[in-house]
């Protein structure tokens, strides 16, 4: 793939914050952009890196009026001597071109995918921090451009990349956080969008999140559709129960986003020779757990956080204390392995990691 390149202008270059343990997420954007269009008829095109702008769009564009967008979430990490390493990307855009097909969207082929965010990332070096705990996040995105109101898949179509530096999702890191059982709202239903990870999902999801944080609470845990019972997903992320000797996590059953970090969690927690279960699990069976002190952990997994343990649950005004509220062994283990991998500390014996010299 050819890809334009023009660099930013001392003018255009951004400020960097200085300070690398303040970053937060997602505040600050780096000096650089990726940028390629679509057309039916002729397919992708037009591939460049340009300075970071706004997007100009035309207010009929069909992403405005009917929701065709997509966007995928991936970090970049300085690896010992400066190497940049990227923690499984082709995994990310292959569940991108599941989430286009449910969309109605073009495909991206995951090498001309990855050859633009290894451009970028060249580009852009300089922005990538350098501390532990910190990384730069990547956002590809696809939007439908065609201005037209009409409800049809769009003819035309931007996919995009922007870049910034982060910190941790969680400013508490691994302390654990206190969820609210959602009873009132569901993030998808079998059949919807829950698979796809697709703008509407989190819009959808904004109303119970504010709600739960009103009430002093960091996040949801999302029920099934079907009778609020079964548990699907934790705020953005999914979810992972370690119950007496085993992990319990909830299958993938067409609601519920093929997390690449999920996907990590039971590919090493089966080597450890635990027993790894992938099994639907209902509040009632939890409530037990807790009760006769079988539930042991509670963590949700994403690329933003890694793994975030779960101190306490709230359900049905009774609260489920789990682990006394601290992180457990598990949860700790896990962190230490993945991120471990992610900078390139620790030997990769699953060759997880795409190296961009």
């Known amino acids: 793939m050819d890809i334009a390149i023009t660099l930013a202008t001392p003018e255009q270059r951004r400020q960097k914050p200085g300070d690398e343990s303040s970053l937060g997420f997602g505040k600050f954007f780096s000096d650089h952009m990726f940028l390629m269009r679509y057309r039916e008829g002729t397919g992708w095109h037009d591939a460049r890196i340009v300075p970071y702008r706004p997007l100009s769009l035309d207010p009929a564009a069909m992403v405005l009026h009917y929701g065709q967008e997509i966007f995928e979430g991936l970090k970049g990490y300085r690896g010992a001597g400066g190497t940049v390493c990227l923690f499984r990307p082709e995994k990310n855009f292959e569940r991108m071109n599941l989430s286009a097909r449910r969309l109605c969207m073009p495909q991206i082929p995951v090498k001309e995918a990855l050859a633009a965010v290894t451009a970028l990332l060249r580009v852009d070096r300089g922005w990538i921090p350098g501390s532990r705990g910190t990384s730069l996040y990547i956002r590809p995105t696809m939007i439908a451009t065609e201005p037209g109101l009409g409800v049809r898949p769009s003819a035309e179509y931007l996919?995009?990349?922007?870049?910034?530096?982060?910190?941790?999702?969680?400013?508490?890191?691994?302390?654990?956080?206190?969820?609210?059982?959602?009873?009132?709202?569901?993030?998808?239903?079998?059949?919807?969008?829950?698979?796809?990870?697709?703008?509407?999902?989190?819009?959808?999801?904004?109303?119970?999140?504010?709600?739960?944080?009103?009430?002093?609470?960091?996040?949801?845990?999302?029920?099934?559709?079907?009778?609020?019972?079964?548990?699907?997903?934790?705020?953005?992320?999914?979810?992972?129960?370690?119950?007496?000797?085993?992990?319990?996590?909830?299958?993938?059953?067409?609601?519920?986003?093929?997390?690449?970090?999920?996907?990590?969690?039971?590919?090493?927690?089966?080597?450890?020779?635990?027993?790894?279960?992938?099994?639907?699990?209902?509040?009632?069976?939890?409530?037990?757990?807790?009760?006769?002190?079988?539930?042991?952990?509670?963590?949700?997994?994403?690329?933003?956080?890694?793994?975030?343990?779960?101190?306490?649950?709230?359900?049905?005004?009774?609260?489920?204390?789990?682990?006394?509220?601290?992180?457990?062994?598990?949860?700790?283990?896990?962190?230490?392995?993945?991120?471990?991998?992610?900078?390139?500390?620790?030997?990769?014996?699953?060759?997880?990691?795409?190296?961009?010299?």
Do not use: C
Not at 187 to 213: F, I, P
Not at 219 to 245: C, H, K, P, Y
């Open 159 to 357: 996919f995009f990349i922007i870049t910034g530096p982060v910190g941790s999702y969680y400013a508490r890191g691994l302390e654990p956080v206190r969820i609210l059982v959602e009873e009132t709202y569901v993030r998808a239903a079998k059949g919807g969008l829950g698979e796809a990870k697709a703008g509407a999902n989190y819009a959808a999801s904004l109303l119970a999140a504010k709600n739960a944080k009103e009430s002093g609470y960091d996040q949801v845990l999302w029920l099934s559709a079907d009778g609020r019972e079964e548990v699907e997903e934790v705020g953005t992320m999914n979810i992972f129960f370690v119950i007496g000797d085993g992990i319990v996590t909830p299958p993938l059953s067409g609601s519920i986003l093929p997390g690449v970090t999920r996907d990590s969690v039971l590919t090493i927690t089966r080597d450890w020779g635990m027993n790894v279960s992938e099994r639907r699990i209902g509040m009632q069976e939890l409530r037990r757990a807790a009760a006769d002190g079988a539930l042991r952990e509670v963590f949700g997994t994403g690329t933003a956080a890694v793994i975030s343990p779960v101190g306490a649950l709230r359900y049905r005004g009774d609260e489920l204390v789990v682990n006394g509220g601290a992180p457990g062994d598990v949860s700790r283990k896990l962190f230490a392995e993945i991120s471990g991998i992610q900078y390139g500390e620790i030997f990769d014996r699953y060759g997880w990691v795409h190296r961009v010299e």
